[in-house]
Structures are given as C-alpha cells and as structure tokens.
C-alpha cells in the first residue's frame, strides 16, 4: 500500500522541464552529470561505467559528461551533437532535461529540445564571459517564448572565484537581455559544475554569493503562470465510440487541453463550424472530474449530437481563436538538403490539424548574432530562422504563439519526402 501511495505522490508531482545551453565547452553536459549525481540521481552500475570509461580516456576526474553524451562521436569529440533527455526527481519534483547542443550548426536540435520547456540554462564560461553563442541561445529562447532563464556563470574556479568576473557577465547578459520582450525572470548564479559548487549545495569558495543553489531554484521557480488558463482550447485528437452495450450512446472528444478551463454545464464552441453546446461530462482514465485544465488528457461529452471530428477544436465563445488562412511566422529552417523559396508548397501541421500551405513571401531572416534582419539574401538554409508568410488551404484555428504556445506553433512537411524541414511560430 505505501509503494502504492508513494507511486501516486509522484505522479502527482510537479514537473519542470528544463534545456541547457551555451557554447562549445561551457560544461553543458558536466553541469547535468554533476546534477544528476549529487542529487543523487544515478544508479550505482552508471557510476562505475563512467569512471571505468573515464580511466580508459585518460581522464583526470570522473568525466560526469559522460552521463548525457551518449553517441559514440559524442564522446570522441568531448561536444554535444544530438539533444539528449534525461528524467530524475527530488522530493519537491519532478525533472525533465534536455540538454541541447552549443555549435551553430545544431541550431535546430536546441530549437527541438527547448520547444516545450519552461525553463533554459544559459552556460557562460567564467573566462570568455558572454559572448555570441550565449546572445544566440539567449535570442533562441527568447524566440521560444522560454520565460525563465538561469544564467549559469560557469568555471569558476578557473577564474579564481572572483566576483568581478561574474559582476562583469551579470551586467554584459541584462544589457543584451533588455532587447528580448518575452524573458520575464533571468536569475543568475556563479559556479563550479566540475567540481560542484553552488550546483546542489552552496559553495563556500564564494562567500559573497547570496543567492539560491541551482537545484533549490529549480525546484522552487514558480512555472503555474506559464500556462494559458484564459483562453479555452480543447485540439480534437480523437473520437471514442466504445460501441459496447455498457456504453451504447457514449460518445466522446479526447485530447490534450492547450489552454483555459473546462467544467461540466460550461458552454463551449466547435471550431471551424461554429456549433455551440454544452458540456455534459469530462472523463479521464480515473472516472470523471469536475475541472480540467492544459495539459491534461481528458475526454468531453456534450449535450447536443454535433459532428465533431479530429482536428476540430473546443472553445468557449467568448474567447474564441481567429481561423486564418493567411498566416505570419517565424520559422527555423530543418532541412539540410532542401532549400526554402517563395511560392514553396508544403503539408503544414498544427495541433491536430493538417492542411496543405504555400509560401507566398519570404519577408527575412535574422543574423542571430547581431539580431539584425537580413533582407538581400532570402533563401533559407539549414538553421537558419526568419520570418514568412503563408496561405493554407483550409483555415487555421490558431491563436499567436506568444498567447499559446500549442494553438501557435506548426511544422512544415516536405510532400515528396515526408521530411520535416521547418518549425514555426504564429505571430
């Protein structure tokens, strides 16, 4: 029974997910094996395996990296090249990492791990302090609509854990930071992932740092306001017809909620066809609830026999989203064999929905260095990211991705390969 309740409290648990970024060397995947290991969140046989590998590398110290870097170039090569997930919990919650890439042309895996997270840690090198990778990925997240940033100075004790260095990174990231309008909290903490200062426990190498470890601020970073609890929105996934005499007429809509809340009695509307009705029931795999709210998986029962299929949308009529077939959007570009150009044709997926969409302009794209928009050279390439126009064959039911990131985001497929060459953003 107690392992049973124990099983309950944790899938109960709040669940952060967070990305890691920074330059080539910053200690990305050193700071997630320090994590993970005095969190105490690997298993006896990992450890052994990595110091047994470590030895047979030549490695001074146990290389914690090892624990996230797990293609075999990756290792070789000591960087990181594929986004790498790794799960672990505390008692206050639970953790989902991804750790992403730093080289500029693995643009698009960090785009892929930190699409869905709510928190990035930003690795910035005690030595080199910011430089343009940093104000990339910072430009990434930001672009990610990623609301939380830690900014985690890094080697430490190669710059002798002075806090000048650190005051001068602080002060050089706030002043690229006040040109970014969606990161809302950048906390910033010095340390030392390799031998795991202020990373668990606090140091005591930096007495005049007074701020949390990086764990407790993870753990205690309040994510609830993250979520769009105004605005309704139920994407159709599926339509459930048990069709057993036990539930003869049930019929349900399930999917993941993307925003706002619904209760049984609520008024709702079908999108695109504009049918309202009323909620009769909402059922999940535990029996039936009296709320449900993004993200959870639940099925809806109406009142009224509407037809309802998948990759309709509930709403609630007073705040419904715009349905579009002209859309504007930030893209970043996937493909490393095709090239995008005007008048490109494409599958796009959005939600649940699919339709056909062409590419009627190609209005720029960003040098995420500088920021600055490039407008004589409009031909995207792999990793690039600028901004389009699009019109699609059946209207969207989207809202902008800075007011819902589910209802706001799409990928493009390419029809001849199946390939998906683009990620974009609804503006």
């Known amino acids: ?39 105490k969140a690997i298993f006896e046989d990992q450890l052994d395996a990595i110091e047994k590998s470590s030895k047979s590398r030549g490695d001074e110290n146990v290389n914690l990296a090892l624990l996230t870097d797990g293609l075999r170039a990756e290792r070789e090569q000591g960087i990181t090249i594929d986004v790498a997930y790794r799960y672990f919990a505390t008692p206050k919650r639970k953790f989902i990492i991804a750790d992403t890439p730093g080289h500029i042309q693995y643009t ?5 791990g930190a699409s869905t997270a709510n928190l990035a840690i930003l690795l910035v090198d005690a030595r080199k302090g910011v430089i343009e990778q940093t104000c990339r990925h910072a430009f990434i997240a930001n672009l990610l609509r990623i609301q939380h940033v830690v900014v985690c100075v890094n080697k430490m004790d190669l710059a002798q854990w002075s806090q000048d260095s650190y005051n001068k990174i602080v002060d050089d990231f706030k002043k690229f930071a006040s040109r970014l309008d969606n990161i809302v909290d950048i906390t910033f903490i010095p340390v030392s992932a390799l031998l795991g200062d202020n990373i ?4 005591v190498n930096m007495p005049w740092y007074q701020g949390p470890a990086l764990l407790y601020h993870l753990e205690t970073v309040y994510i609830g306001a993250d979520e769009n609890h105004v605005e309704a929105r139920l994407p159709v996934q599926w339509v459930i017809r048990p069709h057993s ?40 795999m ?12 639940v099925a809806i029962t109406l009142s009224d026999e509407i037809d309802i299929s998948r990759g309709d949308m509930l709403v609630k009529p007073n705040n419904p989203p715009l349905a579009r ?15 995008l150009a005007g008048r490109g044709k494409y599958v796009l997926r959005h939600t649940t929905n699919e339709v056909k ?68 953003m609804i503006l």
Request: glycine share 8%.
């Open 200 to 203: 668990v426990d606090k140091s």
């Open 325 to 339: 077939q002209d859309v504007e959007a930030m893209i970043c570009w996937f493909s490393s064999d095709k090239k």
């Open 1 to 39: 029974m107690s392992d049973l309740k124990s099983t309950a409290g944790y899938l109960d648990m709040d669940l952060l997910r967070f990305t890691t970024a920074g330059s080539v060397d910053d200690g990305k995947s050193t700071l997630i094996g320090r994590l993970l290991y005095d969190s």
């Open 245 to 284: 005499d036990k539930w003869h007429d049930f019929r349900g809509f399930a999917g993941r909620i993307a925003g706002g809340v619904f209760k049984p009695g609520d008024k709702v509307q079908v999108m695109p066809s504009g049918f309202e009705s009323t909620i009769k029931a909402i059922h999940t």
């Open 286 to 297: 535990d029996g039936e609830i009296k709320e449900a709210f993004a993200p959870m998986s």
């Open 108 to 112: 698009r895996n960090m785009v892929t």
């Open 357 to 424: 969409a062409i590419i009627t302009e190609v209005r720029y794209k960003i040098n995420i260095n500088t920021l600055r928009k490039i407008e004589d050279d409009l031909t995207f390439n792999h990793n690039d990211i600028g901004r389009i126009s699009l019109r699609t064959s059946a209207p969207l039911i989207a809202d902008s991705y800075k007011n819902n990131r589910i209802c706001g985001s799409f990928i493009l497929i390419d029809e001849q390969t199946n390939e998906t060459v683009a990620a974009g």
